[in-house]
């Protein structure tokens, strides 16, 4: 299961506060794979990243809004969803409907089939 996560770097930001805000999404004992780029970055996460996002999100009672957006974030087989980038890098999630949420940009992570059916699976084994 993966977890492909990336975020813009725009001219007036500092490439480390963004790296920063995109691997306070992620487990630390997770095994991570970071690019950096000019203007981008993206992480490769697993397991242990979706369940710490999963139970961020449970925790602040934002399952459904979760749904809802990996819904209406779906492009094919893909499933996205955009976080603001400022609350990241202060360890909060918040969730974006539009990429204007976020001033900076947002975070967007796009996962994959595996990790979907591991997200309905573990809100199936919640109620």
Excluded: W
């Amino acid at each position: 299961m993966k977890l492909h996560i990336t975020a813009r770097i725009y001219p007036s930001e500092d490439p480390e506060k963004v790296k920063k805000a995109v691997l306070n999404l992620t487990d630390s004992k997770d095994d991570v794979k970071l690019e950096i780029m000019q203007d981008l970055i993206k992480v490769e996460a697993g397991e242990l990243t979706l369940k710490k996002l999963l139970q961020t999100i449970k925790d602040k009672d934002m399952t459904y809004l979760m749904l809802r957006l990996l819904n209406e974030g779906k492009k094919g087989d893909k499933f996205f969803l955009m976080l603001n980038k400022q609350a990241a890098f202060v360890n909060h999630v918040v969730m974006c409907d539009d990429p204007q949420e976020s001033p900076l940009g947002p975070i967007t992570i796009e996962f994959d089939s595996e990790a979907i059916k591991y997200i309905i699976s573990s809100i199936r084994n919640e109620r």
